[in-house]
């Protein structure tokens, strides 16, 4: 278990069995690159993995689900098309570019071999670098202090950068240095990439690598490594799968020798692929580059709660692993269920994408929230034929899209291909954005084309019944109900999604108006306020009856239960419109709404935990909302659903930072104002945060006896403080009373 303080999680011991887990914790990245922490001395397969975000290809995937149940057989898996089942796209692991090997008199240092004295690694959310501090004794009684510092760039995308301080504590021994790629890599346990070339010169190696057959991008690996202040000769070696430069030198007792390895990592994505690129900078430059360019994005993430180091330093570390998940310099790819920290999920694009993980965003760097929804605006051609493909207009977004924006859902699991919700989800992302940014340029040049092409798609799915406009047979957020008909949440937002769109058409002078569907589309409301999930979901048992073995576990299920006969749901469905999207529907009940479905959810998926902090703080149920807040940005660290060193649950940790601001802040931001109405926890001294609004700044400070809101817009701003109005501008600050 590591150890949480304000800016740093901590490995205090070295534990073999814990090394999987924490190589997701402990990933650095960039946006473009995500590297696990493997070691440099060794990258063991499943805890090693450098992945280019975007760089995709075709392996087998082995899936061999098997249906116990009613429930797994009838609503759950296709078992005719799992006979058909092979091939998957995923993710592809790059070179190790790591190799950085340290004997001491002959023998190298593992942490599995000789004697550690001392051991710490982790990870700095100030510099978003990793650190590994280690006292070593070799079976001759030489101790080694070794110290190793390593981070993606944030100045730029393609640099890497290792360093390694070596000090012989009780010995003046010769120390023998290796350093390059080791290219004997697997993804999903197969090595589909190839070496196209490679050459060793000097202090440098440079690998060309075909990243799968399919798709057939390439990428190319520079190292080039220089020992200070010794400064030794090299020489160059390429056996065993292992491409690496040597040099020797003898220390000093007490002398301490710095290892400075630089890498620089691109993909026929962008870049000419066969160019060696030699960085010849020393370390302390390119971090102080790298550092400036962090602290511009964190500072704007960033969250301090005063009073609570657990919660500070979890909200933190979560906010990190935001910061090293989106791409800030193009939009080749977007947001994917494990950012850059493994294999799982195979990098796709999902809903979670503009719901869970484009907000934070939108909030802090809207330059880079713009080409996230640009991502989706290069796929659209393929929606239009993914729409065609199945007899409706418009267009028809992959719920898990990858390189060209196909479907590339599991095929043999039935309940994706109904989640249609996805193409109101994105036209809720483009919603969310230009309320939040003011970018009409956007709007106007990309936004308008999507918003239409989506609202033609619903148009043509919607069905007329009687008097009224139903959405049938579809599977909502809820992934335990598949085969339903009006889906609360899909039909709240597409309606929604139908209003608006038409309000931009107006602006813009677009001929379109999808008013008639809209104001005709069934909305889910018993009498007395509460939203059945579906149709015919008050009917079913709110106890679930378990039947089979344990293989449903598999997929993200709390036991192998009937679900099709339970109320028992997976994730948030209906608390989603009143905390994620902000909708507060007219006669329902938003506290016995919450009550209600609280009990009912199981919280098999990690989406769960965000949504439900923010439902329980605008309920008055703090405690629960701290608890919820606890499990959304300790998700991986807790490994809750025990499954994290598969990689970190990128759309639930992005969930800490707007259950703060959304939550407990209380921030929802209009097109004309900013409501606000906070929730403090009673036992924290404060909380600060920032976020962005039509282009300014704002900073909120808080605690349980005033409310600070500043900003640097010399335009007042009509902020609407539990009901009253209040303008701010950076003359005037708000300062209310809690």
């Known amino acids: 278990m ?52 975007g760089v995709i290809d075709e392996i087998i995937e082995v899936m061999e689900p098997f249906a116990d149940n009613e429930y797994m057989k009838k609503y759950y898996i296709d078992e005719d098309k799992l006979k058909n089942f092979e091939y998957q796209d995923s993710v592809v692991n790059n070179a190790d570019f790591l190799l950085m090997r340290i004997s001491i008199d002959g023998e190298t240092f593992y942490p599995w071999e000789g004697k550690i004295h001392s051991w710490q690694r982790y990870i700095d959310m100030t510099n978003a670098c990793l650190v590994r501090k280690v006292r070593w004794e070799n079976s001759k009684g030489d101790i080694t202090d070794i110290c190793f510092e390593r981070f993606s760039s944030f100045d730029n995308d393609h640099v890497y950068c290792i360093k390694a301080d070596v000090t ?231 719920f898990c899209s990858s390189v060209n924006g196909d479907e590339r859902v599991w095929e043999y699991a039935r309940h994706p291909f109904m989640q249609i919700h996805i193409n109101a989800d994105i036209a809720w992302g483009i919603i969310h954005y230009y309320t939040v940014t003011g970018d009409e340029a956007f709007l106007k040049d990309y936004g308008m084309t999507i918003l239409t092409e989506l609202c033609e798609y619903w148009s043509s799915r919607v069905e007329l019944c009687g008097d009224r406009y139903e959405i049938k047979r579809v599977t909502g957020t809820d992934e335990h109900h598949p085969y339903v008909n009006n889906d609360a949440y899909t039909n709240y937002l597409v309606k929604f999604v139908l209003e608006k769109t038409t309000e931009y058409c107006k602006k813009f002078g677009i001929d379109k108006d999808y008013t008639h569907i809209a104001q005709n589309l069934f909305l889910p409301l018993e009498k007395g306020g509460l939203i059945p999930q579906f149709d015919g979901y008050f009917n079913l048992s709110r ?156 900073t909120v400070e808080m605690d349980n006896e005033k409310y600070i809101l500043k900003t640097d817009s010399k335009t007042p701003v009509n902020v609407v403080f539990r009901g009253e109005s209040v303008m701010v501008d950076n003359n005037a600050e708000m300062c209310k009373e809690m």
Request: with cysteine; aromatic share 12%; hydrophobic share 35%.
């Open 168 to 398: 012989p504590v009780n010995h003046s021994k010769k120390i023998t240095v290796m350093s390059g790629t080791d290219k004997r890599v697997k993804t999903g346990g197969q090595k589909i990439t190839s070496v196209i070339g490679e050459k060793a010169w000097d202090n440098s190696t440079f690998v060309h690598m075909l990243m799968g057959k399919k798709y057939g991008f390439e990428t190319s690996v520079t190292t080039t490594t220089q020992i200070y202040p010794a400064k030794p000769q090299w020489t160059c070696e390429n056996e065993g799968g292992l491409i690496y430069n040597v040099a020797e030198y003898t220390s000093k007792q007490g002398e301490t020798q710095s290892i400075e390895k630089n890498v620089y990592i691109t993909s026929s994505r962008e870049e000419n692929v066969t160019d060696t690129h030699v960085l010849s900078e020393r370390y302390a430059t390119l971090y102080d580059a790298h550092f400036k360019a962090y602290r511009e994005v964190f500072d704007m993430i960033d969250v301090v709660i005063d009073g609570d180091e657990k919660a500070d330093a979890g909200v933190r570390f979560a906010n990190y692993h935001s910061a090293i998940s989106v791409a800030r310099n193009d939009s080749v790819h977007s947001l994917s269920a494990k950012g850059l920290t493994g294999e799982k999920y195979n990098n796709f694009v999902w809903w979670d994408c503009e719901v869970y993980q484009l907000p934070i965003f939108i909030y802090s760097c809207p330059d880079a929230a713009r080409k996230v929804l640009m991502y989706r605006y290069n796929m659209l051609q393929k929606a239009k034929e993914n729409a065609k493909e199945a007899g409706l207009k418009g267009a028809k977004y992959a």
């Open 2 to 53: 590591l150890k949480a303080t304000s800016n740093r999680f901590i490995e205090e011991n070295y534990k073999i069995e814990e090394e999987s887990l924490n190589a997701s914790l402990f990933t650095t990245g960039n946006g473009y690159i995500g590297v696990r922490g493997s070691y440099e001395e060794y990258g063991s397969i499943r805890i090693q993995g450098a992945y280019i975000r």
């Open 543 to 698: 106890t679930l009856e378990e039947a089979g073995g344990n293989d449903a576990k598999k997929f993200q299920m709390k036991s192998s239960g009937l679900y099709h006969k339970s109320q028992v749901i997976k994730q948030p469905d209906v608390m989603l419109i009143y905390s994620y999207l902000n909708m507060y529907p007219e006669n329902s009940n938003y506290a016995a709404n919450w009550d209600y479905y609280e009990k009912m959810c199981e919280s098999s998926s990690s989406l769960s935990f965000a949504p439900h902090s923010i439902c329980a703080a605008d309920n008055g149920r703090m405690l629960s909302a701290y608890n919820y807040l606890i499990e959304t940005s300790y998700i991986d660290v807790y490994d809750i659903h025990k499954c994290g060193w598969q990689g970190v649950h990128s759309g639930c940790l992005v969930g800490s930072w707007y259950a703060m601001f959304r939550g407990i802040a209380g921030i929802v931001c209009r097109e004309d104002c900013i409501e606000i109405n906070p929730h403090m926890m009673p036992w924290w001294n404060g909380v600060k945060l920032n976020f962005m609004y039509h282009g300014n700044k704002f």
